[in-house]
């Protein structure tokens, strides 16, 4: 089954000390959230224990294999929970902060905008 989504580059910095003492991640089939807003924030925004910013799905789909803590690259994400959420906020030119759960591990800016034809293999019940 074939899906058309949309996809955005983006240049993406990890932090140079990731948490939990993560040597590095693996772009390929990455699914972390990103979260519009300024690239400087450090601390998932809370009230309580609730948090309180928008969470947005995505799924790297190009860049490099894998990424070394303070490295720097152009990605591609798909916005892969469209069009049930359409990701208006996700255009070119803002910027966001890359999401484990509440930690942050990752920085960047979106590029441009566009869409892509991606296959998806569906598994038949028997």
């Known amino acids: 089954m074939s899906f058309t989504v949309p996809v955005v580059e983006a240049k993406l910095t990890l932090l140079p000390e990731l948490p939990r003492g993560r040597r590095g991640l693996s772009t390929g089939k990455y699914r972390p959230h990103i ?31 894998s990424m070394e803590p303070g490295d720097s690259a ?6 892969m929970y469209f069009p049930e959420y ?6 070119p030119g803002m910027t966001f902060t890359v999401r484990e759960g509440s930690l942050i591990v ?14 998806w293999p569906v598994v038949q019940a028997q």
């Open 35 to 65: 979260v519009i807003g300024p690239e400087s924030q450090r601390v998932a925004i809370r009230e309580g224990n609730r948090l309180t910013e928008n969470y947005l799905g995505v799924m790297f789909v190009g860049g490099p294999d």
């Open 74 to 79: 152009n990605v591609k994400l798909a916005l």
């Open 86 to 91: 359409p990701y208006e906020e996700v255009q």
């Open 106 to 119: 990752g920085y960047g800016v979106v590029k441009s905008r566009g869409t892509e034809l991606f296959s």
